[in-house]
């Protein structure tokens, strides 16, 4: 008995030590070993149009994972027609078959992940799973099967907008496009939840539970209308496809901002599989640099009108053929000599016509008003991989470069540059660049309108109005851009047919480019539209029929959605040929013939 009495006081006295003396101590250690320590991933900023439409938004998953040596034991459990519980199934199998049923995995799979595990208490069965999923995979009661949580992107445009938006690629890492240029916006801080389980995992509902929320990343605004963005790249991918062609991009530009409604590309690709090749999924609209053709006889003709060389009527007698630098030049139809006034040059895209009147100005002075016009460097978009295309220096020129820079050979830019130089004319002669993002909004909905950047004058509002003038007699019956026209609107546009450089060769043997771009209404410019298609194989290779079209149903979308009133008086016309004999008032032996500007050169 003694003995028995020393044991107990020796317990007591541990008892007491224990729960008085070092309670704390030991509780804190007991719970130690209980506490979990789990990371709250943040959610990534949405992307919206301008109306707040969503283009790319992270949407809570669930990723099942399980630890095998605990699944084994699982004993799946229903009643019989007796109301008896009975055993239906057992272990891996028994498993897998109620995850399958919930999810729609594959049973044999997930039987085959249970045995051939990553780790010895590790593995994925279900690698994206719905919240909802989740939560009937918990309530089987299957011993062993946890969750890990994650944010996917998803990307409701699809291909309309991947090449533009970019990806989330390996690692939840941004790759391309907004998301990688506006990462740290977008980008949340991650929180941490402590809490109390049990044996088996289970989270202790009565136990410790402390949290630090995640905070989510800013939302990103942009420019762009979803609408208007799906039916550019609908209608362009259709377009190419009809055509033969190789790629297409399309651009609608507000004239007065600047800020892009639509810039979309064709061929795309699927922003959820991250697995394609770096050049499958890069942004054709602002890397690839062409040679733009026709659409840049737009530069020559402001810079003639700018430096004085010519007037809206001023004739031009444009021959069959012609001579320079030791080259033949002619237009891309045959004719016979044209009587054409400066107008009338313009509105037939004639390269001949457009030499005659171009080389009065000097080789430094054709450079400048391209680079003026902004070709040759980056728009300040800001997106990755933008390219500044190409304009030689004056002293890298051939004997022929000078004549082939005037109707747009010889050089290279992108479909924005491009687009730029209609805008700028549009609106007055006040250049303004590309912008795509609006602002961002925080979490409390705040909105911060982004900086953008101011315009700058390139020509005067007069050579502006005459340009616009001219234009607006090519999309039109009587022009050579007909499919371009719209019903009841002022389109005032320029086609293009250039040839195109293969890639392969460095020769001019890979088709052509075909192109149209413009601005409506032309009275009162609200948007300016590209559309550009290479190496159209069917149909037609002018730039009028294939891009045309496109243009037409683009920009005719656009006004009508805003609610732009159709026109209620006659286009403006203008004169687009002279009569060689008709005198000149006031000067009884002059004809309009003698002072035409002409070729009078032999060389070559």
Do not use: C
């Amino acid at each position: 008995m003694l003995g028995v009495l020393i044991v107990l006081s020796l317990f007591a006295a541990q008892l007491v030590r224990l729960q008085g003396l070092d309670a704390a101590s030991v509780s804190a250690a007991a719970l130690g070993q209980r506490l979990t320590t789990k990371a709250i991933p943040a959610a990534r900023g949405s992307i919206t149009d301008v109306d707040g439409e969503q283009l790319a938004v992270s949407v809570e998953r669930r990723r099942i994972i399980a630890d095998p040596t605990l699944v084994v034991d699982y004993k799946r459990t229903e009643k019989g027609p007796d109301g008896e519980t009975e055993v239906v199934g057992e272990g891996f199998t028994a498993a897998a078959d109620v995850i399958a049923e919930i999810t729609g995995a594959d049973a044999t799979e997930l039987t085959r992940r249970l045995t051939e595990p990553l780790g010895e208490q590790y593995t994925i069965l279900v690698a994206d799973a719905s919240p909802q999923q989740w939560q009937e995979i918990k309530a089987a009661g299957i011993r062993g099967v946890d969750v890990e949580e994650f944010m996917r992107r998803d990307y409701p445009l699809g291909e309309a907008a991947a090449p533009l938006l970019g990806w989330i690629g390996s690692g939840d890492m941004p790759a391309g496009g907004l998301e990688l240029v506006n990462d740290e916006a977008l980008t949340g801080q991650p929180g941490e939840a402590v809490y109390e389980v049990g044996r088996d995992g289970e989270i202790i509902t009565t136990g410790v539970y402390e949290e630090d929320p995640a905070q989510p990343g800013q939302d990103l605004r942009l420019t762009l209308d979803a609408d208007l963005q799906w039916r550019a790249y609908d209608a362009l991918r259709t377009r190419v496809e009809e055509a033969g062609a190789v790629s297409g991009y399309a651009a609608v530009m507000d004239i007065e901002t600047g800020e892009l409604r639509a810039l979309t590309s064709y061929p795309s690709f699927d922003p959820s599989d991250t697995t394609q090749s770096a050049e499958a999924m890069r942004n054709a609209a602002i890397e690839d640099v062409y040679e733009p053709g026709s659409t840049s006889k737009l530069i020559t003709a402001a810079a003639a009108l700018e430096q004085g060389i010519a007037e809206v009527d001023t004739p031009i007698e444009v021959p069959v053929t012609m001579s320079r630098g030791g080259s033949r030049f002619k237009d891309v139809e045959p004719h016979p000599t044209w009587y054409l006034t400066f107008a009338g040059v313009l509105a037939k895209s004639s390269n001949m016509g457009t030499i005659l009147y171009g080389e009065k100005l000097s080789d430094q002075q054709l450079y400048d008003w391209m680079r003026r016009f902004g070709i040759g460097e980056p728009t300040g978009l800001g997106l990755p991989g933008e390219s500044p295309g190409l304009v030689p220096e004056p002293s890298t020129w051939s004997a022929t470069t000078r004549y082939t820079f005037m109707f747009g050979q010889g050089l290279s830019g992108t479909m924005l540059q491009q687009l730029g130089v209609f805008q700028a004319v549009a609106n007055d002669g006040v250049m303004v660049p590309p912008s795509i993002i609006a602002g961002t909004v925080d979490e409390d909905g705040r909105y911060t309108e982004a900086e953008q950047a101011g315009g700058e004058r390139v020509i005067s509002p007069e050579t502006s109005q005459t340009l616009t003038d001219i234009m607006q007699s090519i999309p039109s019956t009587e022009g050579t851009a007909p499919l371009a026209a719209i019903p009841g609107y002022h389109v005032a546009g320029k086609t293009s047919t250039a040839s195109r450089v293969d890639p392969d060769t460095g020769r001019y043997e890979g088709g052509v480019t075909s192109s149209f771009m413009g601005f409506a209404p032309a009275d009162d410019p609200k948007y300016a539209v590209a559309v550009v298609v290479q190496r159209p194989t069917r149909i037609s290779e002018y730039g009028g029929v294939i891009a045309g079209p496109v243009f037409s149903d683009l920009m005719r979308y656009a006004l009508q959605r805003d609610g732009i009133a159709p026109a209620t008086t006659p286009p403006t016309q203008v004169e687009i040929e002279f009569d060689p004999d008709e005198k000149v008032p006031g000067q009884e032996n002059v004809t309009l013939g003698d002072l035409a500007i002409k070729d009078e050169r032999t060389d070559g």
